[in-house]
């Protein structure tokens, strides 16, 4: 099967332009070189770092970088070779190798082994199908790294790879009259001319998309080569830490992963770059349900939509067709919270594949740096750099180690706490909105009916009009004001009640007239202290009286020792309590009968809400709550407070 002319630069070489970084492109590149059977594949890395990246290549999915050192600022030169000694090289005794130097920081250019790389996934195929391998590019002492920017390579799945790179010639900028690059494109030229001679008929070219029209160029017009830097620095393969891939990977570790998993199980990965994304989605969601584990879980496959559809309107304004992490963990962050972006950009770093080595034998990476094994640190430079990136700070409130929270809890004082205010105002808003509600429920217990003359009333009673049909009149519906007013609204959230799961029973009394007192009973804070003088706790069940006033601690009272569960014993405490005759109810469920006995023990008539009117989301941020340790930890608690 041969390519078309336009990516060829003779009869013999056949050029497979790509975007470094790119699973798309590593798809790709993949399947084209394995329907061209080429006899030679030619990629654009110096000889130098062959046996180090091949090295690498079969040793994935285990991810790791091949690096040599430049020539840089603070640094000494690279060590030179000394001339061999019984048949061996050696290095200066006295020199220590770059990445065992302390106190110092150089410049490194790296390849990264990585099966997203279109190069890497070329070459993974090269070796399986024992494909000759050839590394064309200039050794160079310093490598001079060009970002540049590059359309989204998922156009791949509606253009070709001809159109695709026919669609950059008028963006790819000749290299510059003396530059490296010009250096390196007529000696990759030269590198193609001299396989042709060396007798292979069909070779694979892989390339940047902006650079293989320039080698093209240089080949048809004969360029001489330049000079080759003398015995270049010897590179050295280094695995990666686990936590830092994705300062190295051109996909998201947990999409990369993917790719690794359908080539385990023979399935297609044709689609994984939007797939990939909706997986990720789906893993975030359950590790989230798995931590927090939510009553409700309001993570709602239409809220998952309303997610997918946030993403992509961020997508598009950004002008891709495949979203960033950035994109990602913001549209978590505002449609789901803090908790639940930050568990997926956790998800996103995983990469099961990944066996940490022995203490001290593995790369930390970073922006632009890494940390060698033994305390260096130097500036690192992709020799197969994507397109431009932009790194974005994107506020996250961070778990706390176990370490700090069990110092936190040694260090709480056992005699005062406090609420948090912004909680305070939500949970009344809450509140005031459940009485409103049952006060309308009051009012529609009173409603008549009557025909209409001149007024609309409060609006059509359509099964009035519906019953009076034949008589052709039309029937009004007034609702009266409700009579009294309500004083306690009891929330039962988690019934039947487990005394050990809720083994925190106390009373809360309003700092201020416009909140309420409280009666509750919720887990231990203690168990889940998660900053200085900050803890989080949960609500199983709770009363609230309003206006505010005191009175006697229900689970002391001696009067309700008649009950049998926590229930029961919130809701004897409520009517005890109410100075009005009408008690609202809000439960998962219909009341008990049990429940119904107790309030007409205290002559008290019960209104029941259903707990599932309200939302889902509602209802979990409104029972998790915060205590703080006494009101000067107000200061800061918004520091370790995140939002659920």
């Given amino acids: 099967m041969s390519e078309p002319a336009f990516l060829s630069i003779s009869e013999k070489i056949h050029v497979l332009p790509v975007v470094h970084g790119s699973g798309d492109f590593a798809v790709e590149v993949r399947d084209r070189l394995l329907r061209f059977e080429p006899d030679c594949l030619a990629v654009p890395l110096p000889p130098s770092f062959q046996v180090e990246v091949e090295a690498g290549v079969l040793e994935l999915p285990a991810i790791s970088v091949v690096a040599t050192e430049e020539a840089a600022r603070n640094w000494d030169s690279a060590p030179e070779y000394d001339d061999e000694v019984d048949g061996e090289d050696s290095l200066d005794d006295d020199v220590p190798p770059p990445w065992e130097r302390e106190e110092e920081e150089g410049a490194f250019n790296f390849v990264p082994v990585d099966p ?16 000759h391998r050839v590394f064309i590019d200039l050794e160079v002492e310093v490598f001079k790294a060009e970002s540049r920017v590059f359309p989204d390579p998922y156009a791949l799945k509606k253009v070709s790879m001809e159109a695709f790179s026919a669609a950059l010639l008028t963006a790819s900028p000749p290299p510059q009259a003396g530059s490296q690059r010009e250096a390196r494109v007529r000696w990759m030229a030269a590198r193609l001319r001299a396989l042709e001679a060396e007798g292979f008929e069909k070779i694979a070219f892989v390339c940047q998309a902006m650079d293989w029209p320039w080698v093209r160029q240089a080949y048809q017009q004969n360029l001489e080569a330049p000079e080759e830097a003398p015995r270049p620095p010897l590179p050295r393969r280094w695995v990666v830490e686990t936590g830092t891939l994705a300062f190295v990977l051109g996909e998201l570790p947990f999409i990369t992963a993917l790719y690794e998993k359908r080539r385990e199980e023979l399935r297609g990965d044709s689609n994984l770059s939007i797939d990939g994304v909706k ?7 359950a590790e989230w349900l798995l931590e927090y584990k939510p009553a409700l879980n309001w993570i709602t496959p239409q809220r998952v939509q ?78 197969l750099e994507g397109s431009e990136i932009s790194w974005r700070p994107i506020e996250l409130k961070p778990r706390p180690p176990q370490i700090k929270k069990n110092s936190w809890r040694q260090q709480w004082n056992p005699f005062t706490q406090c609420s948090w205010p912004p909680e305070d105002t939500k949970i009344e808003s809450f509140h005031t909105h459940v009485r409103e509600q049952a006060r309308a429920i009051l009012g529609q217990d009173l409603a008549r009916s009557e025909k209409f003359t001149t007024s609309i009333m409060d609006g059509l009673d359509v099964r009035e009009t519906l019953r009076n049909w034949h008589t052709g009149d039309l029937y009004v519906k007034e609702i009266p004001p409700a009579r009294g007013s309500l004083d306690v609204v009891v929330f039962i959230f988690d019934t039947p009640a487990d005394p050990l799961k809720y083994a925190w029973r106390t009373m809360w009394f309003a700092e201020h007239e416009e909140e309420s007192t409280l009666c509750l009973y919720a887990t231990p804070f203690g168990e889940n202290v998660i900053g200085p003088g900050v803890a989080q706790s949960t609500y199983g069940g709770a009363f609230f009286i309003y206006p505010p006033r005191y009175i006697d601690d229900v689970w002391r009272d001696p009067r309700f020792n008649y009950t049998r569960t926590l229930e029961e014993r919130l809701i004897a405490g409520a009517c005890q309590h109410s100075q009005e005759k009408v008690i609202v109810l809000v439960s ?33 941020r409104i029972r998790r709550f915060h205590v703080l340790n006494g009101r000067e930890v107000r200061s800061h608690a918004s520091r370790f407070i995140r939002d659920m």
């Fill in 306 to 383: 309303i997610f997918l559809q946030y993403v992509r309107n961020l997508t598009l304004q950004a002008g891709r067709l495949t979203p960033d992490l950035f994109t990602l963990v913001l549209a978590a962050k505002q449609v789901a919270g803090d908790a639940f972006a930050l568990t997926l950009a956790e998800c996103a770093r995983k990469y099961p594949y990944q066996e940490e080595s022995e203490a001290g034998e593995t790369l930390r990476a970073g922006i632009g740096e890494a940390e060698f094994p033994y305390g260096g640190v130097g500036s690192m430079k992709s020799r």
């Fill in 279 to 285: 997986e990720l989605i789906l893993e975030a969601r």
């Fill in 588 to 620: 998962p469920g219909p009341p008990a009968a049990r429940w119904r006995q107790i309030v007409r023990r205290h002559h008290k008539q019960l209104v029941h809400i259903p707990l599932g009117r309200f939302s889902r989301e509602t209802i979990e």
């Fill in 116 to 131: 997203c790389q279109p190069v890497i996934a070329a070459l993974r195929a090269a070796m399986e199908e024992r494909i």
